[in-house]
Every structure is written in C-alpha cells, then in structure tokens.
C-alpha cells in the first residue's frame, strides 16, 4: 500500500478510526475499535504510525497497512488516556491520563520508561519544542512542567483555582505557552529560560475566548510565519482564529453544528482541519474561514483528529 502525501484521520464514539482523502473527502480506511472510545491520535513524526489513545491503553497502528490490528499496545495507564505525543526522532511516545499520571513510553517496546504523578486526572499534555521539558495540565486546574533530564517536576502555575486545564500549547519556537479552560478562557505566557534550563513563565494576557468550554487550543506550526495565530476549539460550535500579536479575533469558523472537540493545522498553515459533535470533520482555507470539505461517515460524533502533510521528519 503506497504511503499517501497526506495523513488525515478521524475518531469518533462509534468505535471507528477513519482514514480520508484530504482533498476529495473520500473514507478509504476503517479501522473497528470496539475496545473503547477514542479520546486522542497522532501520527508519528515519520509518517509511519498512527497512535490511539482510549480506555485505558494506546494503540498503535501501522498507517501504510490494511490491517484492522495493531502493531503494540502500550497498557499500564489505568483510566482514559486524553494524551498522547512524539519525541522528534520518534523513539518514544509521552502520554497523560484521568488516573492523574504522565507516562513516558518506549515506542519499539510497549514499556513505560517513566511515569510523573499529577495528582489529579490529566487532560492534556504538550512537549516543549526543546524536547525536554514535558508540561501537562490536569482537572484541578494545575499546570505542570516536568524536567526529563531533572526526572522531576521543575514548576507549578495553577492560573484559576479548581478550574480545569483542557488544552495546552506551545509555540514551535518555545516562546509562548497557551492554557485553554472549562470556562472559555485562554491564559498565555511567555518562556523564558532562567539560569539553569528550566523554563520561566511570564504572564502576558489573558483571553475570553467563548463564553462555553474550549476543547482544545492550538498554535499555528512553524511554516506559517510570520503569521502567528492560536486557534480555539469550543463547545459553542465554533472555532476561533486569533492573531498572537494582540490576540485580536481574526475570524469566527462557522458551520459546525454542535461541539467542536478538536483541530490540526497543516504543516503551512494555511488551513485547519476540525473534529465535532455533529459527527463530521471539516477542513477549512484560514485565508477565507470557509469550510471547503466535509468529511462525512462517522455515526456519531467525531471527537479527535490527526494530520500530517508535512515532510517525514525522520528516516522510514
């Protein structure tokens, strides 16, 4: 099976993954699920792999492959797993879960390397662009930067007490940081490197993004400079793009009919592709805001999406 330029795939809670045709909107992969839902995917940096994160396990499947199963199960967390990333070079995989631990895994070998108590169930966690610094956010509100070479959590921000963390991101050059919450709201910071290599965070605005929760918050990659946007993904049917420098609201992406759960930019950032309640996917021109594919097929609703139509950062 010849490996497509461009990786798109959705999850949904009706037990299936699906693959698609990014431009013509075309389902040509299915891959049942019926362990669990699936709260998170991401494609490995060189385009070979494809993780689910579910109830309680990841799975790893092979995205060049028909086959329905998967390549190895990475099983020691023992609740939903609502996180789940890739170290550059694709040796090891880092993960967050509601039993409230962050978990480093060998990718090749299923093992857990590393496991970081959070003390609440985690929602979401992000690796620093220097690759190492892991930094999670959890349900009670706490965010957490944990040093890998340190083996310990280096900083603890909680920006609104007992309100949850549901989304993080950093900037592809490491200076911001973006904290999205159950009450609409996005708290940035800017990175700053101390004396030692531990990452300082500087308070630089704080944004009232929607008036519901947002699902999810992401900054654009590298190649859209020197346009610089946060996207947020709300449970108001919408997603906003906003412009980093001041965050003013460039545009409102509307269509969705119920909750928005997650989005990924392309690689240029030119466009961003958004997973929802409604059941479908939807890929949309930043230039415009319009939606100029709907992918259609789920049952039920589409609640995670990955893409990948950059260059393999490694090797196959």
């Known amino acids: 099976m010849a490996q497509p330029s461009v990786i798109l795939a959705t999850a949904s809670y009706d037990h299936t993954i699906r693959f698609w045709e990014a431009k013509s909107g075309r389902c040509y992969r299915t891959i049942q699920y019926p362990d669990s839902q699936v709260n998170r995917l991401e494609i490995t940096p060189d385009k070979r792999f494809l993780a689910a994160a579910g109830n309680s396990h990841i799975r790893l499947f092979d995205v060049n492959s028909n086959s329905p199963q998967p390549v190895i199960s990475y099983d020691s967390h023992t609740s939903n797993v609502m996180a789940v990333g890739f170290h550059c070079d694709g040796n090891w995989m880092y993960s967050g879960s509601e039993d409230g631990t ?39 509100g706490n965010i957490r ?41 996005c708290y940035v910071w800017r990175l700053l490197k101390g ?29 859209c400079d020197p346009n610089r ?64 594919r709907v992918y259609q097929g789920h049952h039920k609703a589409a609640v995670c999406c990955a893409l990948h139509d950059g260059a393999e950062s490694a090797p196959s």
């Open 102 to 140: 962050v978990r480093i895994w060998d990718l090749r070998t299923g093992t857990c390397q590393r496991e970081y108590e959070s003390r609440a169930a985690v929602n979401t966690v992000v690796l620093h662009p220097n690759q190492k610094e892991l930094i999670s956010g959890d349900q009670n």
């Open 145 to 185: 930067v944990w040093d890998l070479a340190a083996n310990s959590c280096s900083c603890e921000l909680v920006p609104e007490v007992d309100t949850a963390v549901r989304s993080l991101t950093v900037m592809w050059d490491g200076s911001l940081v973006v904290a999205a919450n159950n009450r609409g709201t």
């Open 229 to 292: 946007y946060l996207a947020t993904a709300s449970s108001d049917h919408t997603v906003k793009i906003w412009n980093v420098d001041g965050f003013k609201l460039e545009k409102t992406l509307v269509g969705h009919q119920r909750w928005v759960w997650d989005c990924v930019f392309s690689a240029d950032g030119a466009y961003l592709i958004t997973a929802s309640s409604d059941n479908t996917a939807r890929l949309w021109t930043m230039s415009t805001g319009e939606a100029i």
């Open 195 to 223: 004396t030692q290599t531990i990452t300082c965070f500087e308070p630089l605005h704080k944004l009232q993004a929607h008036d519901g929760y947002i699902l999810k918050c992401l900054l654009s990659p590298e190649f």
